[in-house]
């Protein structure tokens, strides 16, 4: 097909954006083309990751993917495997259609053995389908969806959870709301996916509670003026708000209370462990309070605390929370691999509902990330501690939290 | 009538970002016709570079605004000698041109996540400090310093295309280049005049309003869509109607929001606009030139 010159210096313009865009995207490792499941006996063991590595998301993907990098260059370099983990990453921008897309090449051309499943609860539902559909195993490393494990799909066998979902960390919050006993309990949140799959989660668990939302109210992700919703939850006379946004809509939206001189109590959900939040928000996010996988007081939270600040630096991911959960995920395989003698699909499977971890990053001191069959959801009770914000630095709020398995 | 007033404070502030953006467009518009579709990821440029010597750098505001100015004046440079003149040259028709911008806008993207990081980073205000309320009304100081610096630049680029002969040979340039052209006006040296202006207002934009939002490399487009509308509802034809039509904006989203639904109010202010634009009579839409 003959294309005019200037058409062909829009579409080389076009071609060069979309390289350079792409770079972000590529791929660590070969492209070799193999069957879904790692079944060589030689060379390095390829792990896949999907997850937001661009976007708004990206404040979540990359921590993850970090604290993936890390636990492998960890697991490589003591040897104790036996062979070597490579990771094969691929940014899906918090975009559906990318993520399958992505979970179609790593199943089909990649050769990986399992995929680390990224923090979006909309992407993984998006992929799941596709890699368990190719006999992969899938591990969710942060996407908290409560329907996410869902026996009665065809993927369930093949599907592990490494976080707590929704329902565990709100039935966990809803004490700070019962210690409270507010009048009137009013919530916010995006109307992503995670936004309004969480306020549907928070409705039910208040209400098995014997408590209600009063009043909630959504807003575009990646917001650029809350002032409308907060004022809305003010004039309806809510006296306790319940934050279940991301780090930098949570940071505006705590700006905007500081600015309307609004003094609300506000406790939010898991996504307020982002640098994003406590770089945006600063001060205004002072007193918030909101629920964590980190144990400062844990040896082992400790030293992946240590050794990951060494390597990505202080400022990288200063609450922890999804590196820590990225580095177990890899540890959890690990262990899985190790058992089903690196042997992918229903091997890896099977071998996974054997795995305890007891030392994980993740977790207060005394819980574990453990799975049995026919049930795959990895952290046990009293998993969870409270952190907030003082002088605009992560600080542990209380240790005493009462967190059960749903 | 206080709530009302807070959101129409709000409005005020958020809609002069829109209509900076719009200011952008309709620059690039009427010196070339064409549609700069890279006008968020312009933005988002003036935010990172803002961030970076701001936060990482430590510089003062009035080097950081300063520096902001000259990132954004290479970037027209790019732009207009990298991109535009070379497919002028080639005869491209307009079409490609705006996907040159797209793919312009890709660049800057990636140029940003790998060069700086792909999450949103807190930038500080130009004026530290505790909001400022009056009756009941608070504003943080930085949304009364976009406020009064959008409208300030709106004026100043006015004064640009009305009162300096300048300006006035950039309007003719855009009415009729041929005819431009043979009266003596230096064509090309005018249109890299309205690039460097365009993205110069874009990106100041940017810096201002980083302190309130965060700085990141995906914060534009969603400004940008809505700075476009705000180009669109103006007529594309004047600078200040832009503006207008960008505070309209920030406005109709802000009371929605509270009156009607907070969740659906993008698309009761996209709706509105939609109608504004269907039932709006044709001699206003296409009345008036850039001034």
Redesign the interface.
Known sequence: MNVP???R???A??????S?????CATAGSSEAQSGGDTSSEGPVKIGYIGA????S??LG?PIQHGIELAIDQLNEAGDLGRELELVAVDDEADATKSAAAAQRMVTEDGVVAVLGGPNSGTVLANNPIITGAGVVQLITVAQGDNLIDPETPGADLTYQVTENNSYDVGAIVQLFEDGAYDAICAVSD?TEYGQGGIQTIRTVFEERGLEIATA????V????L???V??LR?AGCDAVYLFDY??DA??FM?TV????WEVPVIGGRGLN???F?????EAGDGIIFPSVIDPEKASAQEFIEAYDAKFGEDDDPAHTFSALGYDSVMLLAAGLEASGFEGGEALASALEDVTLEDAASGKEGSTLTYTYGDHRAPSDDFLTFWTIEGGEYQLYSRDVQSTRP | MT?FL??AV?GI??GS?YGLVALGFLVIYHATGLVNFAQGQLLMAGAMTAYVLLMQLDLGYPLVLLGVVVVALLLALVFRYG?HR??VR????TE??V??T??????L???A??GIG?????VDPIFPGA?I?IGGV???TQSIVITAVAWVLVGLVWFFFTKTLTGVSLRAVGLNRTAAAVSGVRVSRLITVAFALSVIVTAVGGAL?AP???A????GL??AVKGFAAAVLGGMSSVYRGMVAGVAI?LI???S??YIS??Y??VIAYTILFLALVLMPARVRKSGATA
């Open positions: 010159r200037p058409r210096a829009a579409l313009a076009l071609a060069l954006g979309s350079i865009a792409l770079v972000g590595l661009s976007g708004g990206a404040s990359v109307t109210v959504s807003h575009e990646n917001a650029t003026d002032t409308p919703q004022l809305s004039d780090g930098q940071a505006l700006k500081n600015q309307v001189d982002q640098a994003a406590l770089s945006i928000a600063g | 709530t807070q959101l709000s502030a958020l970002i991109i070379p497919m080639r005869g491209a028709p490609n041109m996907v040159a797209i793919a312009f806008g890709l660049v993207t990636a140029a996540e790998l792909n999450t949103r980073y807190g909001p309320a608070s504003m943080q309003v309130i939002i965060g990141g490399p995906s914060m969603a400004i920030g989203e802000m009371l929001s509270y907070s969740a109010a993008p």
